[in-house]
């Protein structure tokens, strides 16, 4: 048997058949193209998702189940996506909506707790008790897995991660909060606080900026990182400054949570150990249980945007 997973994006919508493997054997996508009625999104879906099965050369009787990864806020119990600011829809029936058009058993969770469990059953965090996987994009999504089960809290909203403050009246969070991590620790935080520091240099040549063109709008999450590695120091403290406060974090989170494994995934993650090399050094220094023998493992997250289809694929 098989199982199909759905990641529904603000962008796209893509479809994946997953083997008992855990191994992606067809996909298919189409533009999300929001906003538009919820039986619009409801019936593309259902394209891609026939469209992927049929790449896979089997029929839908071989699809055990349909899980589907959403932006927001869900409620896996109900089937209802109660938010969802990407999608522009308020408690949408999409599970029974998506039955009557597939006639197939259909689960729905948060698409960050969906890449979570993708990477604890088949990415980096294979063969981990408990785990959790942070995703640094245009904020930082959180997916906590406790023995084998997907956290969520008593009311589906668990596991904002991003939310916690790290700066007691800081910047201000799109959430409405003052000084949120994902303020920081996210690559808009990071795009944010290299340009920053273009304007803030006292300097007719700023190195950072030659690399975006002269244009400060072409600044993206690898822009400080590229300069640093060709040695401009103004760089380097927009790196420094940034592990910091992505290291703040990791530790909040460790020393709740001890996880066995912390992946860490988004495009930010792409820079590697020029990030997660001097991230674990603080870590190490300012976590609670720097004295005990067992440590969390911080890693970067393998699985990438396979992860959240993976894991829709096995909700249960």
Known sequence: MYRLGIDLGGTNIVAGVVNEEYKIVARASCKTAVPRPESEICDSMAEVALKAVEKAKITMDEVESIGIGVPGAVNPKTGVIEYSANLFFHNWEVVKMMQERL????????????????????????????????????????????????????????????????????KECACGRKGCWETYASATGLINMTKQKILSEKLDFSYMLKLCDGDINKVNGKTAFDAMADGDPAAKEVVNEYVGYLATGLVNIINIFQPDVLCVGGGVSNQGENLLGPVRAIVEQERYTKHNDKQTVICKASLGNDAGIIGAAYLD
């Not at 088949?122 to 956290?151: F, M």
Request: proline residues 0%; aromatic residues 4%.
């Open 103 to 170: 006639n197939t058993k259909v689960l729905i969770e948060n698409d960050a707790n969906a890449a979570a469990l993708g990477e604890y059953l088949a990415g980096s965090a294979k063969g981990a008790k408990n785990a959790i996987a942070i995703t640094l994009g245009t904020g930082v999504g959180g997916g906590i897995v406790i023995n084998g089960k997907i956290y969520s809290g008593s009311n589906f909203a668990g596991a904002e991660l991003g939310h916690m403050v790290i700066v007691k009246d800081g």
